[in-house]
């Protein structure tokens, strides 16, 4: 399990990749995944039909500038893969400055930030810079040049899985398409990294996603049987110094919303309601789809002004607010691979926990002790309708309380599953 | 469509005529109406069974006063109808103030004020009028007489259609069998009209009721068929300067309550419950009926002081305070217009919009337009279960906003109805 | 029926009574019950199974003391029957205070309060005292001495029957095992005493309980058909000065839930949740019955500091709290007795209640009597959805105007049953 550190280096690891919904800034990022985790590798080749949308051509980008009539580059691809509008088609060209504003893409609230900007599905060119640098520029001609190619190809996710006890599968799903971008989400698949090394013998079956926005969750959810997903987690912005936001899935009250909420409940933390934006939770809980997959973030999607600029770098995010949002995941996913649902045995009246040793045998004391308090709600709400969380939420006591109650009870022959 | 002084206008040309539960009161009041839009008048003759009621006989009043020993009268029926109870029956004696009195109404709290007053099923005849005007005369002996007749008859009432492209209907019903009161329901009765004028090829078929209260609405309940009612809305004291109040039907949550309190969200307003007392909704919410119909008033029935005295006169009303039950009337009907559910043809995962080019080609923006997020939400809460009014509510956004990604999605293919 | 201080009277004279879950001292106490209502009583022979429990060894004391070396009684059971561990089992024996001290229970935080203990099913041996008592004790041998007996006997417990017009029931459950406790349980007997007396040709057959806690209450289940109860009060705690405090029933909304609360609505009052802790609602709410039992108590069970110490004595209780909870309860049952659910049979718009002489004949005034609005109410909602308590609860009306409604709607024949 990565520590902290061990996650910010892998982000600083992946951070200069230039990633985009395919190409081998993707596999690369794959590469640096499959150092920590094994991975199970997909491509799937340009023009598949994948639901309504087509798996688009590859692109592929080995250098790009503006160099003005000294040859000095003004914008370099080299310094950030985000200076360059992804997808950009080639373009090898002398243009005036008043030519080329066109395709110049700037943040003039925070002249110092690059923004981030793609063009996936229209085929166009840009690039992208900082106020401050545009400005700067005077007029006159300038060389333009980005040497990228749009072929056919293939689409790339990598699937990494952890077998449980049973087939029923949980996901967890991050994407792996932003360029130079920490939080968004490098910090996200870190935490990711981390949080499938963690799990031992689990009870579900987990299975991490590594793969492109949209198009790479449409085309896994065209290829793939959805009927083994119980529930599941979109992870993205796990790094930055904001308190957890747990956004609900479509369905509102899922099991996973339920166990969200629970293992946040003692911590400043936020909870919004699902919305059809955001990550692929919108593929997720599309209506046909309408799994059980919440979203955990720190701050939200496009919540801070660093969002999608040049100021989501490696020192917006800590190792510590990483080693945070793994906690609350594990102590989440125990929660979830723990509920389940027993069956009182013996309905009628309490049955006699004191000659199974399970009782306290000196009676007339006012403190009942927590276990036996957790042991009489787990048999009084084990009708079949209550899961064990749902037992600790309508008790107020702990889940690991009730869960080990549940577990005595089942021992002594008392309940079952 | 009238505007709020030609509202005003109708209210002071009906204000004098001397309306009750029948009469030609009510044909004079439904010539009026008939003057800005066409009418079916129905005449139910006296006798006929409505449910567990009976059509009563037909009241006629001529003239009526009271008039001291020098025949002057100090009590005159020509001065304002609410001088005699409604459905007083003939009486021509001399008599002392005190044999008098006990035929005498007034309001002790309001001494200048004349009450309203009747007695429709219980034979009898009665004055009211201001307690100064009472407190003034002297004892002695005083002419009264009372011109009435009550004979078999009709019960009458209109009916204006505006046809919609369905069949399924919407009722706005008021009463017309109140004398000289200007907000109870005179006020009402313009609004109707003018609402009925601005109707243009709407997709329900609105029926307006003109009507007397109770016996009225219960004599139209027996004869029509009331499986084409789908909303309605009694509208009555809709001119006086409250804040506008909805009173919820029985259900409380009916689409049109549901419309209702959306329409008037955004301003200051009263949400009522339902309570079986009232206006009409006591009939159409009966509980062999329980329609979807709720009650639309400003200031609440018997919720002022003026109500149901001569203080509720013109000028308590105002043309502008009209034409606001207008405008949220007219929003609330476009909205129980449009509201319909659609079902997403694409649900598996989101269609690709930008191909259709109904999303932004430039991606990273964290801006995205209100548009393209009603086409989300729509998409994704296109499951049958959600009609666009909910949709709108649930995602924040207006319902024009919603109700024009519908139709832009539905364009392409992308939903159906 | 016992006034407060007739109920007090009682207390007093059960106070010394040696109490526990079998033996004479139950038996004395139905004694005493008895010299005031009718008992059944019945006996269930030790070894009897009873679901998982199994009827114990009756235990019986006659004497217990520890004295000094100058064979001065130290703690001596004459004093208080509260200064043996009940069950204990005989001992007779010579042992230093070392030797002792396991035996002896204290309650530090209170030293002059002597401890409430029990070991049912555990066989051992104690004394309860004050800790300055012990503190006190100087070191050397002390004779110890219990002169009880634990031998094949039986459980028992009385029950009182209050027939009504159905054999549907209603249960009052009482404690009857705590030995010297004045509010838990005595003051609880007492009211149910009281309250029995009170009650005169009921709708439902009430049946008051006077058992021990959990075993009997485990043993009554065993033995009597369940499904005749539907409604049930666990009563305990009724003499305190505290607010009463009513906790709900495992359905948490059954009828007796809102009877409850809509008796308590009006004073000042605690409502608590279902646990499954307490006294026998316990039983009565497992999951294999799940009956609507709920529990009303003054202060509530283990909530004040006398709580099962020599503390809770006759002057922790008072004669007025004892008359305001059987205030509550009379009233509780009177609201319970008389709820049903009516059929209106006019239910297309209003039924003319006027040619029925249940309207007033003077229209147009707004201050519509109590009375009417309540038959209205009730024929709006009289569906067979809503009963009485509902039909009050939504109207804002008081039960006792609904019923009245209800029962003179039913005289004019226009609702049914």
Request: net charge positive; charged share 25%.
């Given at each position: 399990m990565l520590t902290g550190g061990e996650m910010h280096a892998l982000v600083e690891r992946m951070y200069p990749l230039c990633r985009s919904i395919t190409g081998d800034g993707v596999r690369a990022t794959l590469d640096a995944i499959g150092e920590h985790i094994p991975l199970d590798r997909h491509e799937v080749p340009t023009g598949t039909q994948v639901f309504d949308w087509t798996v688009p051509q590859e692109w592929n980008i080995r250098d790009a500038y503006i160099a003005d009539a000294?040859?000095?580059?003004?914008?370099?691809?080299?310094?950030?893969?985000?200076?360059?509008?992804?997808?950009?088609?080639?373009?090898?060209?002398?243009?005036?400055?008043?030519?080329?504003?066109?395709?110049?893409?700037?943040?003039p609230d925070h002249p110092s930030w690059v923004p981030y900007r793609t063009s996936y599905y229209s085929p166009t060119w840009g690039f992208c810079l900082a106020q401050e640098t545009l400005d700067a520029l005077p007029d006159g001609e300038y060389e333009v040049r980005i040497d990228s190619t749009l072929a056919d190809g293939h689409l790339s996710y990598g699937e990494h899985v952890v077998p449980g006890r049973v087939d029923d599968e949980v996901i967890v799903s991050c994407h792996v398409c932003h360029p130079s971008l920490a939080n968004d989400n490098l910090a996200g698949i870190a935490v990711a990294v981390s949080l499938a090394q963690a799990l031992e013998n689990p009870y579900y079956t987990y299975r991490f996603l590594f793969m492109p926005g949209t198009i790479?969750?449409?085309?896994?959810?065209?290829?793939?049987?959805?009927?083994?997903?119980?529930?599941?987690?979109?992870?993205?912005?796990?790094?930055?110094?904001?308190?957890?936001?747990?956004?609900?899935?479509?369905?509102g009250a899922a099991e996973i919303d339920r166990v969200l909420e629970h293992a946040l409940r003692d911590r400043p933390h936020r909870i919004a309601d699902f919305s059809p934006y955001g990550y692929d939770e919108r593929q997720f809980c599309s209506p046909g789809f309408n799994l059980g997959v919440g979203s955990l973030?720190?701050?939200?999607?496009?919540?801070?002004p660093e969002y999608h600029t040049s100021a989501d770098n490696p020192d917006f995010i800590s190792p510590s607010a990483m080693e945070d949002t793994l906690v609350v995941l594990r102590e989440a996913f125990a929660i979830l691979d723990r509920n389940r649902r027993y069956t009182n045995l013996s309905p009628y009246g309490e049955p006699q926990l004191g000659k199974r040793g399970l009782y306290d045998s000196l009676g007339g004391r006012s403190d009942a002790k927590q276990a036996q308090m957790a042991m009489l709600w787990v048999l009084n709400l084990a009708d079949g309708d209550h899961d064990l969380l749902g037992i600790a939420q309508r008790s107020g006591l702990g889940f690991e309380a009730v869960a080990a109650a549940a577990t005595a009870l089942h021992d002594a022959g008392l309940v079952k599953e």
């Open positions: 000294d040859g000095k580059r003004v914008v370099d691809f080299r310094e950030s893969n985000l200076h360059v509008v992804g997808y950009s088609v080639p373009v090898a060209a002398t243009m005036t400055l008043a030519e080329l504003r066109p395709h110049l893409h700037t943040l790479g969750a449409i085309t896994w959810l065209a290829r793939n049987r959805v009927e083994r997903i119980r529930h599941g987690i979109v992870l993205a912005c796990a790094g930055d110094r904001g308190d957890l936001t747990y956004k609900r899935s479509r369905r973030t720190r701050t939200p999607y496009a919540g801070y």
